[in-house]
């Protein structure tokens, strides 16, 4: 366990469900993150909060609604997705929004939309 | 736009050689550096890290070198072992932008 917390490991959704992932960790950081990491791509930076506050939405569509409600928690809700965001979406956190020292992550959700 | 990059997807060393995982860099002001692994049905896990005013850092069996000249970064493992087998990427920090490469695949051979 790297102290970042995903649930669930893994989700099939239809493109006209609506779910969430979670993301909790008790590291005591104050920025979390979303990454979306398809085969054989970089890592791609979905949202960032700092302090519980979105810092950042890296163009990412509308069917993908963050939630910060505390600096431990994070989820991603998600409704009428594509098949192509089908992905492992991965959760990190870090001490604080420059990212110095590193991210931890989570072990991700790998989602499949059908 | 800028980002990392690693040169070769793929590596398969013998069990007990040295593994050695490179990466360039286009972002001369990038001035934080880490080595992520990444085990399969895992999140990526940090490894080692560098600031930009070192050229080299040692950790348990693994070296990461810097060579800001001609910006690559590289991973050394001493000693392969079987459970090192997992996609190994780099990534960059420059004014609180993390950047992360594709990831190399090291596949160790007993």
């Given at each position: 366990e790297t102290g970042v917390t995903q649930t669930p490991r893994h989700l099939v959704m239809g493109m006209t469900n609506k779910k969430s992932l979670k993301c909790e960790q008790h590291l005591g950081h104050n920025a979390m993150y979303?990454?979306?990491?398809?085969?054989?791509?970089?890592?791609?930076?979905m949202f960032v909060y700092n302090f519980k506050e979105q810092t950042e939405n890296n163009s990412v569509p509308s069917r993908f609604s963050p939630e910060c409600p505390n600096s431990s928690h994070l989820f991603l809700h998600l409704h009428t997705l594509q098949p192509e965001d089908s992905a492992l979406y991965l959760c990190a956190s870090s001490q604080d929004w420059t990212g110095d020292y590193?991210?931890?992550?989570?072990?991700?959700?790998?989602l499949t939309v059908v | 736009g800028e980002s990392v990059g690693l040169h070769l997807p793929t590596l398969s060393v013998q069990e007990g050689d040295n593994s050695i995982i490179n990466c360039a860099y286009s972002n001369s002001a990038s001035d934080y550096f880490i080595w992520y692994k990444q085990e399969?049905?895992?999140?990526?896990?940090?490894?080692?890290?560098?600031?930009s005013n070192m050229d080299k850092r040692q950790g348990q069996r693994v070296t990461v070198l810097l060579n800001k000249t001609v910006k690559h970064l590289s991973l050394q493992i001493a000693a392969t072992q079987?459970?090192?087998?997992?996609?190994?990427?780099c990534a960059d920090l420059n004014n609180n932008?993390?950047?992360?490469?594709?990831g190399t695949r090291l596949t160790v051979k007993p």
């Open positions: 979303w990454y979306k990491q398809s085969a054989k791509k970089p890592l791609e930076l590193g991210y931890t992550f989570g072990s991700g959700t790998r | 399969s049905g895992k999140g990526p896990q940090f490894i080692i890290d560098i600031r079987p459970g090192d087998s997992a996609v190994y990427f932008d993390m950047r992360f490469g594709a």
